[in-house]
């Protein structure tokens, strides 16, 4: 992970406080020592401040927009909302106002690695999962049942129904599944996520009987078929 700031002691902070929770840490005072340490080095995400000396933090995060493999946060004084909208446009994940709590960015962070993780298929390098007869394919984003029919799924289902199968027979909070299926703006409160499971259980169910997403009071949901990756 890469802290791009001027600030010393705001680098200081997030690189003691990240270190502790186990990530390696570079540091870089500016876009120069940024492209240095990106050539040099492997990096899953940049902490990234806006307001800095030469090259600011937006023009910086415009430069990266097509690094599909990097994760951006962008941190600020400026914490508006049309602040924020203009960061996201231009490539960054997420935004931060300053002052920022460590444990908020830490929270960040780890949300951060799992949505990439997810869109980029680096925790499933297969092309398909088998469960029950049923096939999915992230790559192509369908889902064949048992009979071979490709069933509609809205991105919100998809994206449930990948991350049950990522971790078959594992308790998965709300929270987290609220993230996997809506992003990094839904309110972590909102249990429209059970609706989705819901809307998602049914499909299942109007193909083939047998229970495959089990509901664990007051923890989340797991998916109980075995699954294959093919």
């Known amino acids: 992970m890469l802290v791009v700031d001027d600030d010393t002691d705001l680098r200081a902070l ?8 186990g990530f390696d840490i570079l540091e870089a005072p500016d876009g120069q020592a940024m492209r240095r340490e990106l050539a040099t080095n492997a ?10 000396p030469g090259e600011d933090g937006l023009s910086l995060a415009r430069s990266l927009a097509d690094r599909a493999e990097l994760g951006v946060i962008m941190l600020s004084a ?23 709590a460590p444990r908020e960015l830490l929270a960040r962070v780890r949300a951060l690695l799992r949505r990439k993780a997810l869109h980029l298929g ?16 992230p790559l192509r984003r369908t ?3 048992p009979g071979g029919v490709v069933i509609a799924l809205s991105d919100g289902e998809f994206r449930l129904l990948h991350a049950f199968a990522e971790q078959p ?5 709300r929270d ?3 993230e996997l299926a809506r992003g990094s703006e839904s ?20 193909r083939a009987p047998g229970e495959m997403i089990r509901t664990v009071r007051n923890e989340g949901y797991v998916f109980l078929p075995e699954v294959r990756r093919a």
């Open 78 to 100: 400026l914490g508006s909302e049309n602040d924020r909208v203009v960061g996201l446009e231009l490539g960054a994940d997420d935004y931060l106002a300053k002052p920022v």
């Open 143 to 145: 889902l064949r049942d």
């Open 14 to 21: 997030v690189r003691d406080y990240l270190a502790a929770e």
């Open 43 to 52: 990096v899953d995400i940049v902490i990234l401040d806006v307001m800095m």
């Open 176 to 178: 987290l599944l609220l």
């Open 187 to 206: 309110d972590a409160f909102d249990r429209a996520i059970d609706t989705q499971v819901s809307r998602l259980r049914r499909k299942l169910l109007s």
């Open 122 to 137: 680096t925790a499933s390098p297969k092309l398909a999962y088998e469960f029950a007869g049923w096939q999915l394919e």
């Open 169 to 173: 027979g594992k308790v998965l909070s």
